[in-house]
C-alpha cells in the first residue's frame, strides 16, 4: 500500500497536480510545506470520508499556531 501511494505521488508531480494544487500559495508556505502533496492528501481524506476535509488547506493557505498551557490550537490563516 506504501509503494502504492508514493507511485501515485509521483504521477501526481509528474502530471504537474501537486505544483498546481500550490499554485494560489505564497512562496513562504510553498518552502515551508516542500515535499507535502497537497492533491493527493485531499483525495485521501474524500476518499476516506474524513469529516474535516478542509485541514488539508492548512498546507495551501497556512495557519496560526496558538500554544496554551493544555492544548495546541491551529488556526486558518486569517489575513494575507
Not at 12 to 38: M, R
Not at 41 to 50: I, V
Request: net charge negative; charged share 20%; with cysteine.
Amino acid at each position: 500500500m506504501i509503494s502504492q501511494l508514493e507511485l501515485a505521488s509521483e504521477e501526481i508531480w509528474l502530471s504537474g497536480k501537486g505544483a498546481q494544487w500550490f499554485q494560489q500559495s505564497d512562496e513562504i508556505i510553498k518552502k515551508v510545506t516542500e515535499g507535502v502533496n497537497g492533491f493527493l492528501f485531499e483525495q485521501l481524506l474524500k476518499a476516506s470520508h474524513y469529516r474535516d476535509t478542509a485541514a488539508v488547506e492548512l498546507f495551501r493557505q497556512g495557519g496560526s499556531i496558538v500554544f496554551c498551557q493544555f492544548c495546541l490550537y491551529v488556526a486558518p490563516r486569517m489575513c494575507c
